[in-house]
């Protein structure tokens, strides 16, 4: 004790300092013991430190060591110099032209490892040394006086902690080895945590286990996760199980996964942990779990993702397309595929490579090719790759039955699928409407063309194109009906002063005039005068209405059918509609008897017809006729075929019928309808426990 007091009073600590360009060293009083003589102090790696006052030089750029009494222990031989604790440093040398070695030496210089290594790894009194042979470096175990533990041998070694080592065979499998080089289990571990209170995690099939140091297993590989905490309590939770289940709530198949998607009736995407594959209902291997993305494309087809790259593979394993883009996307018989350092480029369906060059966008398809841009100019290649629309144009717009809007040096033109111009380029925007027609947009006129250069009509106002026809729009709300020859077909006038006009429906059409709403005919005749708050459309012959606040329900000759008593409406369908008052809603007929009185919260229609009551955040079912099918008691209900509901208290789930009755008891935390099996896959996840070791 008395020793390692006065070591420590008398300790001193050194720093560098730079003069003239130079390199030296003070102590912590100032003195300079090292004169600034050096290109660096201290070791290669970039740290700075003294051992046994003795440290690393540089000179000529390379390096050497040196004491505090300026003696060079060993010249500036090496190309590094790595202080690794003890009395050890990595060095790496040129041992002829071509050949660079590494080994190690002591802080006296003198050679402990020779320099017969690739690398070198210290770890304690071990080190870790790996040789390349061919394309693949091959991994060993020596003492520090170069006395071979484990022989050179294997795909990797990594240090666990003290004493123990990972070793990786050539078949990617990994065994304990102690430090003296002896194994202490067989190589069956795919994977092996550092040791943590005397416990490792082990990894194989995805699962997980622990063993102690022996290599006795404590827990065996079963679990889906494993945590030890820093009392060394061990924490472990079982894989999530995933059942199939009948709607008889019979298991017809069980699955081990922490995620299950169906792609047939038959086979499943499973995720464990990271890493996607697919099995079949019996958990038997169709595809390996071992991709980073799985998704089916077709049958028997799978975009895959490995290596952070993607690929298409079939279900035999056999890569179709291979691993080396960033992006793939199917379309039609072609992928569109980009590499980040390349662009994009179109592919067959069996991978081969259609395009001649790379694109800097290659966009979906229309039904002349894929829209490409190359080199900031816009082109079109057709199915097979070719560029038969060169990229030479500003921008091309979708095509129009083989015809399109180009803009070329800043004009606009049209041009067919030949590339010849249908329309020279001008300045003014153009539009294609069919193979005879296209539109020229001038400022305040809008002039429809055919391409022999007629005018065929003009117009300062909004067009609608359809197929047989166009629709003008005047400002007094007019809306005229013209052909492609431009002759007047139909002329809908509505009367002088309409604030506004809605889209018509049933006949007619609502319109705000003067403040108020009202309704006119195709002719633009008022039919129902404008007398009302606001309108809804007309749907079974009645059109919601307001007055005086409230809502109500008129037919076609304006009789008030349902006298306004209603906060607002919904639209008749199947004879039903959704109203509500006072925040409450409920249904009615079409003679306004009440057929669901005014006690929920809200009711939506559901798309097959059916009503979702809501009611203090719980939901329940009407049929079509708005009878109660189940009172609402869930927190979620979703209606699937059959007459299954599938609902959810908290955070559990189950499958009841339409009428209420209980199929699937509600445990389950996920559940969902599989429609081309006819069962339900659902989940239920494991809970951590504390376990009792071995």
Known sequence: MCWMMTTAAFARTYQTFEENGKVGMKDDSGNVVLPPSFEALGWSDGNFSVIGEVTGYRLNGSWGIINLKKEFISKADYESLVYCGGDCIVARKRINQVVRKTGCINLKGETKIPFIYDGISVQGLRAIVFNLSGPHYYY?????????????????????GTLRFAVENSENKIALFGDAGNPITEFSIDSVSLFYKGLAI????????????????????????????????????LPNEWVLINGKNETTKQLIADE?????????????????????????????????????????KYYAKQNGKMGVISQKEEIIISFSFDSLVREADCYRAYDKNLGWQLLSKAGKKLTEKYYLKLSPSNHLGFPVISKGFAGIIDFEGHEFIHCVFDSIANPVGGLMVVKFKDQYGIIDSNEDWRVAPQNYPLYVINQQR???????????????GEIIYFTPYPIVFNKE??????PDGTEKTISYDGEFLQRTEISYGVEEIFPEHDGLRGIKKDGRYGFVDDQGRLRIANRYDSIGEFHEGLASIKLIGKWGFANTSDQIIINPNYDSPSFFQNGLAIVSRNIKFGLIGKSGSMILPLRYDYITRLPQGKFLLVSSSLQGLADEKGNVLVEPRFNSLIEVDNGFLITSNGEKYGVIT????SVIPMIYDQLNYVNSGNFFLAEKKSEWKLMELK
């Not at 339409?658 to 009755?661: A, S, V």
């Open 140 to 160: 060993g175990l020596t003492d520090l006086e170069n006395r071979i533990l484990i022989p050179l041998i294997h795909k990797n070694i990594r240090p666990l």
């Open 202 to 237: 082990i990894y194989q099939n995805h699962l997980q286990g622990l063993i102690d140091r022996n290599g006795q297993v404590k827990l065996e590989i079963k679990y889906n996760s494993i945590k030890i905490d820093k009392e060394g309590k061990v924490l472990a939770q």
């Open 260 to 300: 299950v998607k169906p792609i047939s009736a038959k086979n499943f995407v499973v995720r464990k942990g990271k890493v996607y594959g697919v099995v079949d209902g019996e958990s038997k291997t169709v595809l390996p779990i071992k991709y980073e993305n799985l998704v089916e494309i077709e049958q028997g």
């Open 438 to 452: 296209y539109l020229q947009k001038q400022p305040g006129n809008n002039f429809i063309k055919s391409f022999e």
């Open 469 to 474: 026809n166009f629709k003008e729009f005047l």
């Open 658 to 661: 339409d009428h209420g009755l």
